[in-house]
């Protein structure tokens, strides 16, 4: 189960993803994120399992300017990985 928050500090919004994020979840995310504009923050601390999609969509993300909060060192490393291969 996925849960999005939305808050901002006035300059920037931060979209926190709370539990697990499946391939499933990526239009939700997307849309999310649409919404707000592009000064937006991925904040990951909550997060406890993604996919391989999740991974890439993550990845290309951070490549296109969006910064990932709290990044859990599993994620990140699988980040590297990916964009090792691309």
């Avoid at 926190?16 to 990526?26: A, D, E, K, P, T």
């Avoid at 993604?50 to 910064?67: A, H, K, N, P």
Wanted: aromatic share 4%; charged share 30%; hydrophobic share 35%.
């Amino acid at each position: 189960m996925l849960k999005l928050e939305r808050s901002s500090d006035g300059g920037r919004i931060t979209l926190r993803l709370i539990g697990r994020v499946r391939s499933v979840h990526l239009g939700d995310i997307t849309d999310q994120m649409g919404m707000v504009g592009p000064k937006v923050t991925l904040d990951l601390e909550n997060v406890t399992i993604v996919d391989i999609d999740v991974v890439r969509f993550l990845g290309t993300c951070e490549r296109e300017g969006t910064q990932l909060l709290h990044c859990p060192p599993y994620v990140r490393e699988w980040i590297s990985r990916e964009g090792e291969r691309a």
